[in-house]
């Protein structure tokens, strides 16, 4: 069983920027694909980024949004800059036991993290 716990969500105002973290518990961290996702109030869980040996992001991130990951620290990390309202949302880790392709679907991530909030204010 994977532990997966995120930090650093927060208030902040349009144009600011974040760093969330997501420390995991398992000892072949770097086997995982590591994803972020995010669920704003009455929509749908999204995938917003995700680091495997390559990384990938949602397009509306791109170019403001930075994810890495420390294997050694068994660590993900989500640089946010640029922040719009419309990043506001619940932010979540998640990692993936299932190979290193292509991942942007909640279902194929088997382990989560509680969640962090994130606002940006207008």
């Known amino acids: 069983q994977v532990q997966l716990v995120e930090s650093g969500g927060g208030l902040v105002q349009a144009g600011g920027s974040l760093s969330l973290s997501c420390a995991a518990s398992?000892?072949?961290?770097?086997?995982?694909?590591m994803g972020w996702f995010r669920q704003a109030p009455g929509k749908e869980r999204e995938f917003v980024a995700a680091?495997?040996?390559?990384?990938y992001y949602k397009d509306s991130v791109k170019g403001r949004f930075t994810v890495s990951r420390d294997d050694g620290k068994k660590t993900v990390y989500l640089q946010m800059n640029s922040l719009k309202p419309e990043d506001t949302a619940v932010y979540y880790c998640?990692?993936?036991?299932?190979?290193?392709?292509?991942?942007?679907?909640?279902?194929?991530?088997?382990?989560w993290g509680q969640g962090t909030q994130v606002t940006v204010s207008s």
């Open positions: 680091a495997a040996w390559y990384t």
């Open positions: 398992e000892r072949t961290f770097s086997r995982y694909t």
């Open positions: 998640a990692a993936s036991s299932w190979g290193d392709d292509t991942k942007t679907e909640a279902r194929e991530y088997n382990y």
